[in-house]
């Protein structure tokens, strides 16, 4: 089992900047994939960036040039750093990690609340 522990939401003004945290702990071999994902009230949870082991950084058209994702994986840990946030930003933000043990499976935080005011 893997646990997720998330950290850096809150309340910020339109043009701010918040830094998400997930730290993942427990039972894996490797964490291929980690990201995060939100989902804003009466809208489906959507990919905002995801980073592989190796690199690969994938965004949503609406964060790119604002966002930025990066891991530290000597602490299995993924980072989300948000600058220029917009009001349409908000939505409860989560972590998804994809671990490896025998086979793949993805974990989730339990969200984080981002909220950016006009």
């Known amino acids: 089992q893997v646990q997720l522990v998330e950290s850096g939401g809150g309340l910020v003004q339109a043009g701010g900047s918040l830094r998400l945290s997930c730290a993942a702990s427990?039972?894996?071999?490797?964490?291929?994939?980690m990201g995060w994902y939100r989902q804003a009230p009466g809208s489906e949870r959507e990919l905002v960036a995801s980073?592989?082991?190796?690199?690969?950084?994938n965004y949503a058209d609406s964060v790119k040039g604002r966002f930025t994702i990066s891991r530290d994986n000597a602490r299995n840990t993924v980072y989300l750093q948000m600058d220029s946030l917009k009001p349409e930003d908000t939505a409860v933000y989560y972590c998804?990690?994809?671990?490896?043990?025998?086979?793949?499976?993805?974990?989730w935080g339990q969200g984080t609340q981002v909220t950016v005011s006009s």
């Open positions: 980073l592989t082991l190796g690199g690969i950084a």
């Open positions: 427990g039972r894996m071999l490797s964490i291929p994939s």
């Open positions: 998804n990690v994809r671990a490896f043990l025998d086979y793949n499976r993805d974990y």
